[in-house]
């Protein structure tokens, strides 16, 4: 690591620290400046201002993340596996980098632009790979015909809710258990398909609203793995 490189290095420590201490939008570059030690004029030899270094940052998690993701695809596991460890551990990863945590809070509290376009960016990213992970398994007959997008959303939407809002209520549930839980309605589902048929044909419901119900309940199972 040259001397240019240990000198980005220490910004992005002292921005990641402040900004996990005090949220983006408090955080200034002067501070940033002060933290890693440098003069503020030596940000914008690596950064164009304060913006491009959050995405920068953010940046730096993703190709972190790729690796990671390549390093399951290379284990060659069943569809349900492989999609556990990879939104699971993003999830965790997320949650336990502390300055991303306060960022994402940021977005959702305070609605801080910059702070919004950087957790949709990430957002984005797990939910455009696990939607063409569903796409090719739908293509190999892995996985009923249905909405890949809607279903991406909605497996990510479960997985978060099992890891971090259940525990506010309830005792915090393990990875098994929460892998258990996401199988049980994936892979098998709970109700027969004879009986939701039936309860669909209660009352007038917009076929479009039937599409989508199917896809986000879950309850019939959309894995075909024997």
């Known amino acids: 690591m040259d ?3 240990i000198k980005r290095k220490k910004i992005a420590d002292a921005a990641k620290e402040l900004f996990a201490d005090f949220g983006y939008k408090s955080v200034s570059m ?3 400046a002060q933290k890693a030690g440098v003069a503020k004029g030596t940000l914008y030899l690596y950064y164009k201002d304060k913006n491009d270094l959050l995405f920068k940052l953010a940046e730096e998690l993703l190709d972190s ?3 990671f993701i390549q390093s399951v695809e ?3 596991l069943q569809l349900i596996q492989e999609l556990h460890e990879i939104i699971y551990n993003f999830l965790m990863y997320r949650h336990n980098q502390k300055f991303l945590y306060r960022i994402a809070r940021e977005a959702e509290e305070l609605k801080t632009p910059s702070a919004c376009r950087v957790i949709e960016a990430i957002d984005k990213e797990i939910t455009g790979y696990i939607e ?3 796409n090719t398994a739908m293509k190999e ?4 015909k249905c909405d890949t ?3 991406a959303f909605v497996i990510i939407k479960v997985y978060s809710a099992l890891a971090f809002e259940w525990e506010e209520k309830h005792p915090p549930l393990n990875e098994r258990q929460i892998a258990e839980s996401v199988s049980l309605f994936l892979k098998d589902g709970l109700i027969i398909e004879q009986c939701w048929a039936s309860y669909l044909k209660q009352g007038e419901i917009m076929s479009k609203a039937k599409k989508t119900i199917k896809c986000t309940a879950l309850v019939i199972g959309v894995i075909i793995i024997p």
Not at 141 to 144: C, D, E, N, P, V
């Open 141 to 144: 007959g892995l996985i009923k």
């Open 3 to 5: 001397s240019k490189d």
């Open 65 to 67: 993340f790729k690796l």
């Open 74 to 76: 290379e284990k060659h």
């Open 132 to 134: 063409q992970r569903l």
């Open 30 to 32: 002067d501070q940033i």
């Open 149 to 151: 997008s809607i279903l």
